[in-house]
């Protein structure tokens, strides 16, 4: 057993096999729907959140883990001796990071380091296998957080959005913008840029535009991607990912595709069919 102990938040949709193969804890974000609270992942999936979301006619509110949850959660493994390494949604877009760092300083001897992945969904999980892959190496919890916060910048995350409809619900797009860009077919690709979201591109048409996007932004980039772990986040999209897939392995050296199902908080965002591309450029 390693010394040092792995913790995700519910936000990096890593695949339950590889949570248990690398030994990683996740503490889960909250979805609120009017006055019922469920943990992201534990006390609701991404089928029962578009089965409430249809219910309700309106999107939940999700929040992050309260500096409670971390110290809880963080406590039993601090007791055993071990020292803790956590990486968690982008903190310009989540308190998550921010209370996990609270928690941190309410323990006077532990050695408990915080990484922001200035990412989101897969960045995490990205992240955390590199930072398995140094603890074999028998790199220190400093070595290792300092070599996370290098290549985190070098994360490339680029999502599809199928329809409007979860963007309108959220407020994050007007009822004109909704109006004319489902007559119009707009899918919206969004990026994270310096622990930002923004709008990158809006593809008109089929979603199969939006998908020869992405594989196009992918192929101009193939001679910088690492394809040792290529996420493809996805909420109920498998086709689509595999329409991606098919193109993408004719192309790149080797690539190792891991397929992961979004929870709560990122589906709210992307909707039904939405799905998402992360990889590490060298």
Known sequence: ??????????????????LEKYDISVVPLYVHFNDDSFKDKIEINTQGLYQKVTEYNTLPATAAPSPGDFYSAFKPFVEEGREILYVGISSLISSTVQNATIAKNDFEDAKIEIVDSYNLSNGSALLLMKAADYIEEGLSLEEIADKLRGIAPKLRTIFAVDTMDYLYKGGRCSSMQYFFGSLLKIHPIIQMVDGKMIVAEKVRGKMEKALDYMIEDALERKDRIDSNRIFFPNSMAEDSVNYIIAALEKELDNPQFIIAETGCVVSSHCGPGGLGIIYLEK
């Open 1 to 18: 057993m390693s010394k040092i102990k792995l913790f995700a938040d519910s936000t990096c949709d890593m695949p339950v096999e590889l």
